[in-house]
T-cell receptor, first 115, second 115 residues
């Protein structure tokens, strides 16, 4: 079965520091991978996605993610975190069941940014 | 703004009652998804419709039902509400034929509190 693991429930970084959020997936075929961000009281906004091509994907707000098939990982990175990046981040894997496309989310990582 | 509109934004109701959550997908999107987000269960897929037809079911309780109308808006009906149904309910829509790589856009959610 398809699954997504985000091993870090909560991460705290200082403003200006680099960030890496971990995501591991389990899926038998080529995965479609997504990172979403949820700010407090808001819906989920797509940061970036990967489904083929270059394994380093650029997204919005200065985020990037790297797909590593050998490690079944799709970690999210940002070189310098801003206080406004404090939010919850969700990794997700998309797949096709034969009749429908579905999106399975990880449990999320809450990012706290200290000034 | 994702283009997905959900109403109401907040709702407080008593146990045993029934509520209806409404979703208008992005213009032209045929697929509508419903997700439930709670503290203990995370983001759980409930159900998907494509052009009026149910396509996939997730962890949706029998007390819950949904439909998608000819104008493509969707409603999620929650009945015999229990305290544990308190959650943030997201609607999302996807363009095209529902290929897994197509982005799913989320609304801002409907906060349901059952007292």
């Amino acid at each position: 079965a398809q699954s997504v693991t985000q091993p870090d429930i909560h991460i705290t970084v200082s403003e200006g520091a680099s960030l890496e959020l971990r995501c591991n997936y389990s899926y038998g075929a080529t995965p479609y991978l997504f990172w979403y961000v949820q700010s407090p009281g808001q819906g989920l906004q797509l940061l970036l996605k990967y489904f083929s091509g270059d394994t380093l994907v650029q997204g919005i707000k200065g985020f990037e993610a790297e797909f590593k098939r050998s490690q079944s990982s799709f970690n999210l990175r940002k070189p310098s975190v801003h206080w406004s990046d404090a939010a919850e981040y969700f990794c997700a894997v998309g797949f096709y069941t034969g009749t429908a496309s579905k999106l399975t989310f990880g449990t999320g990582t809450r990012l706290q940014v200290t000034l | 703004d994702s283009g997905v509109t959900q109403t109401p934004k907040h709702l407080i109701t008593a146990t045993g009652q029934r509520v209806t959550l409404r979703c208008s997908p992005r213009s032209g999107d045929l697929s509508v998804y419903w997700y439930q987000q709670s503290l203990d269960q995370g983001l759980q897929f409930l159900i998907q419709y494509y052009n009026g037809e149910e396509r996939a079911k997730g962890n949706i309780l029998e007390r819950f039902s949904a439909q998608q109308f000819p104008d493509l808006h969707s409603e999620l009906n929650l009945s015999s509400l229990e305290l544990g149904d308190s959650a943030l309910y997201f609607c999302a829509s996807r363009s095209g034929t529902g290929r897994p790589g197509n982005t799913i856009y989320f609304g801002e959610g409907s906060w349901l509190t059952v007292v």
